[in-house]
């Protein structure tokens, strides 16, 4: 498939019916800066990017757990992929489409007076339909059409918060000194109390030095993986696999979070406290309050037509992420586990059937689940602590050939061994960072020493996927080396792939598009002389990795 239409897909999952109410939340809570927790995720996207959709592509694998049996060898491999997709195709799909499901269920008893079941069940039935019957092209097609409902929808809603008479237009509304105090684009470096330094260390310091290389999260797995996997492997070729990766995150963190970080800013001015909006809308379950309630509330303030179309857009949001993930867990059920472990030889037509069950499974298990979570951000939240201290394993074993299925395995029971023991254990007393830092370095340590306490893998393994998906860097030396000096000459990286040029795209990336993201909001801040700045910033740096690629020097054909 073509990588726009793969790229827009990417960002149409991601834009998920529980997202505006994430920044909402964050943006109360935390103000504008409040988003590293995930912005900071960018750095992720433009390793994929550079480092890893290429490698992806060239992987030849059908699914992103598929490649487990290429990279390691025997039963540990086997047991490795099985249970990564029971754990991320069943788990932590049913977590995700929770979270999105309990945004559907606010937003639809604020806008439309309806019940939390009736919501599930219209919302369900309307995705198990597309999941189950259309697959995979199909959910293609029609992200892509859904994206452009749900960001028209997007704009709308922000233009309407900005036209509440106590909001006063953009000029009106950074006026107000409640906004004010929330519009920063990064945290105040105020060391002063405790309290200024927890908000300092979560809204950035962590994010930008500890989570976005060690956190699992979907949509931002370090070395991709998860969906994205799924539509690198979809692309005609290499070059259109980078192309998604690179329009994904172009849209999803330059162009989409304004629309909704105005409406958050313009809530704040007609909603300043929660007891506000439990005023405004006593219907809505007191177990379902939360600050990311005001993101609906907000688009009660638009025209009825264009109420109509704003609904219509969150619906196609959810529908995007939910029949995504649905789909994607079906393939992981139904590939990785069913047809691999339970019935090899199953006819097209059990494994179809067997898919079909899968997805109905998971939405009833999502259902049930968001009818317990209260806010998107306790779904955020529990995302980041079980996936905390396994993702540089991720990053390592397509850079490091002694890393192996062992070493996985151990990494992800720790990570929920560690994450369940600081959430429901003792009272440690800690805040939520250092809870997060001490798991991903309890976790980190434990998969390093598995790494050395057992055997590496085959060297015939090793081989084989050097062969196959031609890695660089000074991580396999010495499979190459060892395989030269019995006569197997591999073919080594391709020109211009060496980590150090791939990092370096990687840095030059990230300063084009922060840069983008605040020139944007500096636009809408009313401050010129600083967005054109930005602006120069973002050419400038687009240039420069422009010129990477035309004056990348060669390679050595054996890394």
Partial sequence: MSGWLLGLSMVATTFAADTPGLVTELVRTKGVSGNWAWWAFLLTGMLTVFLYARLWRRSGVRT????????????PAVVLRVFRALYLGVVFNVIVMAVVSVAAIKLGQVLLGASPATVLICGGV????????????????TDCLLFGVAMTGAIAAAYFALQHPSVGGLSGLFSHDSVAAKQALTPAWDWSSTESRDLLATTLLVPLTVQWWSVWYPGAEPGGGGYLAQRMLAAKNEDHAFGAVMLFNVAHYALRPWPWILVALASIVVYPELADLRAAFPAVDESKLGHDLAYPAMLTMAPIGWRGLIIASLLSAYV??????????ASYVTGDFYQRVVDPAASP???????????????LLASLLALWLQTAKQGFDLLLSVGAGTDLIYILRWYWWRVNAFAEIVAMAASVVVAAYLQFGPDHGLAGWQALCLGVAVTTAIWFSAIWLSPPERPATLE?????????????????????????MLDGP?????IRIGLLR???????????LFAVGKFLYGEPLQCGLLALTSVV????????????PPTPRAA
Wanted: glycine share 10%; proline share 2%.
């Fill in 64 to 75: 992103d757990l598929e490649f487990y049996e290429l990279r390691y060898s025997g039963r």
């Fill in 126 to 141: 309307t995705t198990l339909v597309l999941s189950a019957f259309g697959g995979f092209r199909a959910v293609v097609l």
């Fill in 320 to 329: 995007s992420t939910i029949s995504t993930h649905l789909n994607w867990g």
């Fill in 349 to 363: 037509q059990r494994l179809v059937m067997v898919g079909r069950i899968s997805t109905v499974v998971m939405m």
């Fill in 464 to 488: 084989a996927f050097c062969r196959q998906v031609r890695p660089s860097g000074p991580g396999w030396r010495r499979v190459y080396r060892e395989a030269a000096r019995r006569g197997d």
């Fill in 494 to 498: 391709k020109d211009g792939e060496s």
């Fill in 506 to 516: 990687m840095a030059l990336g990230c300063v084009a598009i922060y840069s983008l």
């Fill in 541 to 552: 740096s687009t240039a420069a990795l422009a010129a990477t690629y035309w004056r990348a």
